[in-house]
């Protein structure tokens, strides 16, 4: 490297373009220093340029949304005033209802009231045949036990009286046999 200096400073006319080379160079590198520096600022630029329009976007889907919502409103305001009138005439005939509907509600309590009255005796009678039916029932249990018992007496006597009658049969067998065998 030291002998490609020598060399240079020796020859003026390679000193000149070597001394244009490194011009022709630091002018070439400032360009493109500048350039990027130009490139990076517009990029920059475009970046915000973007950011804000997609932020406008945004704010103006949000206000024609607002401005549809705002005209439905609108619009079911309009309807409900033309409504108007008729919400009138149905509130008359809705009171009319409601005070036919109170005297029926009166007609019903009334009715009501007399069955309650009619539910209060029942419930009492009610109340007085399941009396009888639990004492109905105690006695049915009672003579049942009284029955089962008896049907156990009778059932002992009948097994005394065929024992019984089994052995006087047999003995009517012996006392026929022995007369048999005397007769023999």
Known sequence: MKELIEKISSDPTLMLSSAVAVVVLIFVVLVVVVASMRVKVY??????????????????????????????????????????SDTKKRLSHTESELSDT????????????????????????????????RE??????????ENNKLRVNNARLLMKLESEERVAAQMKQQAASRTKGEDL
Request: proline share 0%.
């Open 43 to 84: 990029k920059d630029r475009f970046v915000n340029v973007r950011i804000d329009n997609e932020e406008k976007e945004k704010r103006i889907v949000l206000l024609e949304k607002e401005l549809q919502e705002v005209k439905i409103r609108n619009a079911q305001n309009e309807q409900t005033l033309e409504q108007f």
């Open 102 to 133: 109170r005297e029926a509600l009166a007609q019903v309590q009334n009715l009501q009231a007399q069955t309650q009255v009619q539910l209060e005796s029942t419930e009492s009678m009610y109340r007085s045949l399941q009396d009888e039916h």
């Open 136 to 145: 109905v029932k105690e006695r049915l249990e009672s003579l049942s036990d």
